[in-house]
């Protein structure tokens, strides 16, 4: 039975930064970032927007298409996490309306927890061929001000429809595994911000991918020239490339590894090029930008998948494309909200950045930003308010 994602949707906060000036502000070259990591651009998350307004904001042209019936499970994949307990789910099942009927579960490992929710869903669609399940990835990358890491921040959710007879694409049911306990990155609950050894977990990532996709070649017999195109895990758009052009270089291709690399992923990274790593929606926000951006059809086509979550996990998959995936997609929608972004400037960035969600159990009314279709309007007694934007 076919198993796979029916509809796909990426969100982005309405708020951004163009990284010309953060460079001047920390007096970098320019082209550190968008040439030596390929950024340009990141998202800003203003103070009433959060992992639950913005995969809400996912979900939503997802829900208006085609309803709630027979959604059954949602699985909500961060590293963001917004509580201890609650699943930052039940957020936006509340705000979607969806069935009493549904399972509601949050899942984490860094930003391999969006690929283990695909999978988990496609198995329970699977068990019951009737049902539709909704996997949402969202996530504020957030670093130190004037830290190596702040250029590569950035925010966002995908939300997919998992159904069998998917329209966008069908999952392969084969994969490589790649898992070590590792200190890569990681981000204690004490702390909003997350540290990462930089060079370290880039050595780690790509040892990742050579592991899992030596494992996934052993099973299929296939090579890279199989895939049509390949997506990864963007913790910044040049580490997309770096892994591409380490399987070609583990796969024995010597000659024109540039060309092939911008033939088969070039495609994938433009959208995480202007919003920042958005953690575990970085790849499929790459499988998003593909889908829209790609002139070539994909019909039929093979796609190759290497998903990685510091700490750490990696896995290599694949999956064929349905043959009139176009009619199903939101491209429109997602080149307008890019589009329509507002640019703040660099004090406006650190004063957002700086301005923190209260603890201390007081009612608080957050200023109205604009934000998607739902926004945290405050606290009460611990509580965070979400409502939805008139």
């Given at each position: 039975m076919r198993t796979g994602i029916d509809r796909i949707s990426f969100y982005t906060t309405r708020y951004c930064l163009d990284l010309k000036d953060l460079a001047a502000a920390r007096g970098a070259d320019w082209k550190k970032y968008s040439v030596g990591i390929g950024q340009e651009i990141m998202g800003i998350p203003p103070p009433d927007e959060d992992i639950v307004t913005m995969a809400a904001s996912a979900a939503k042209p997802i829900i208006d298409e085609v309803g709630v019936d027979d959604i059954d499970l949602v699985l909500f994949a961060t590293e963001s996490s917004i509580d201890q307990s609650k699943s930052a789910g039940l957020f936006v099942h509340g705000l979607l309306n969806l069935p009493s009927r549904c399972r509601v579960v949050e899942?984490?490992?860094?930003?391999?927890?969006?690929?283990?929710?695909?999978?988990?869903?496609?198995?329970?669609?699977?068990?019951?061929?009737?049902?539709?399940?909704?996997?949402?990835?969202?996530d504020i990358a957030r670093y130190t001000l004037g830290s190596p890491g702040?250029?590569?921040?950035?925010?966002?959710?995908?939300?997919?429809?998992?159904?069998?007879?998917?329209?966008?694409?069908?999952?392969?049911?084969?994969?490589?595994v790649h898992?070590?306990?590792?200190?890569?990155?990681?981000?204690?609950?004490?702390?909003?911000?997350?540290?990462?050894?930089?060079?370290?977990?880039?050595?780690?990532?790509?040892?990742?991918?050579?592991?899992?996709?030596?494992?996934?070649?052993?099973?299929?017999?296939?090579?890279?020239?199989?895939?049509?195109?390949?997506?990864?895990?963007?913790?910044?758009?040049?580490?997309?490339?770096?892994?591409?052009?380490?399987?070609?270089?583990?796969?024995?291709?010597?000659?024109?590894?540039?060309?092939?690399?911008?033939?088969?992923?070039?495609?994938?990274?433009?959208?995480?090029?202007?919003?920042?790593?958005?953690?575990?929606?970085?790849?499929?926000?790459?499988?998003a930008c593909l889908f829209d951006t790609t002139q070539e059809p994909l019909d039929d086509k093979r796609l190759g998948f290497f998903s990685y979550g510091s700490g750490s996990v990696g896995e290599f998959f694949s999956g064929v494309v349905t043959p009139g995936y176009r009619s199903s997609l939101y491209s429109a929608r997602h080149k307008h909200l890019l589009e329509s972004r507002i640019a703040v400037d660099i004090q406006q960035y650190e004063d957002i950045f700086n301005l923190s969600?209260?603890?201390?159990?007081?009612?608080?009314?957050?200023?109205?930003?604009?934000?998607?279709?739902?926004?945290?309007?405050?606290?009460?007694?611990?509580?965070?308010?979400?409502?939805?934007?008139?």
């Open positions: 899942l984490k490992q860094a930003c391999y927890s969006g690929t283990i929710a695909l999978r988990m869903a496609a198995m329970m669609v699977a068990a019951s061929p009737s049902s539709k399940a909704l996997v949402i990835c969202s702040e250029p590569t921040q950035g925010c966002g959710a995908v939300a997919m429809l998992v159904t069998t007879s998917p329209a966008l694409l069908s999952l392969d049911p084969e994969y490589g898992a070590e306990d590792v200190m890569d990155f990681w981000r204690p609950n004490y702390r909003e911000e997350a540290f990462v050894d930089g060079k370290y977990s880039t050595r780690i990532y790509l040892n990742s991918a050579t592991e899992s996709w030596k494992q996934y070649t052993a099973l299929t017999g296939r090579t890279l020239s199989d895939f049509a195109r390949c997506c990864y895990h963007i913790p910044f758009t040049n580490m997309a490339s770096k892994a591409h052009d380490r399987l070609l270089k583990d796969s024995g291709v010597i000659e024109d590894r540039k060309a092939i690399i911008e033939a088969q992923v070039g495609e994938s990274l433009s959208y995480n090029r202007i919003t920042g790593n958005t953690y575990t929606a970085s790849l499929y926000e790459g499988l969600i209260p603890s201390d159990g007081w009612d608080y009314s957050f200023t109205e930003y604009q934000t998607g279709s739902f926004r945290l309007a405050g606290m009460q007694a611990h509580k965070r308010i979400y409502e939805m934007v008139r």
